[in-house]
């Protein structure tokens, strides 16, 4: 089994940034994709940005260049850093963890509760 635990979310102005971070337990051994999707109201899950157990990394064309992920192997923990937050960011966040295609949502199996994240204009 695998345990994930989001926390960071919160209210920000349009232009602000967030840190959210995931901690990650459990047999992880065998699942080397690790991402962040989200999810607004009315609006179908998406991939956020994903990194694998070479550090190779993917973003959504609609974060690229505002936002980072990154991983902590000594504490498994993942972070999402996003920078110059828009309206349209706004959304419940989650981390997973998979195997497989990293970019794929269908490789992960594992979910966390989510994180909220509110930016205002």
């Known amino acids: 089994q695998v345990h994930l635990a989001e926390s960071g979310g919160g209210s920000v102005q349009t232009g602000g940034s967030l840190r959210l971070s995931c901690v990650v337990s459990g047999d992880t051994y065998s699942r080397h994709c690790l991402a962040w999707f989200r999810q607004a109201p009315g609006k179908e899950r998406e991939g956020v940005a994903a990194?694998?157990?070479?550090?190779?990394?993917d973003f959504a064309d609609a974060v690229q260049g505002r936002f980072d992920i990154s991983k902590d192997h000594a504490n498994n923990i993942l972070y999402l850093e996003m920078n110059n937050l828009k309206p349209e960011d706004t959304a419940m966040y989650y981390c997973?963890?998979?195997?497989?295609?990293?970019?794929?949502?269908?490789?992960?199996?594992?979910w966390g509760q989510g994180t909220q994240v509110t930016v205002s204009s």
């Open positions: 990194i694998d157990n070479d550090g190779s990394t």
């Open positions: 997973a963890v998979g195997s497989g295609w990293c970019a794929a949502a269908e490789s992960y199996s594992y």
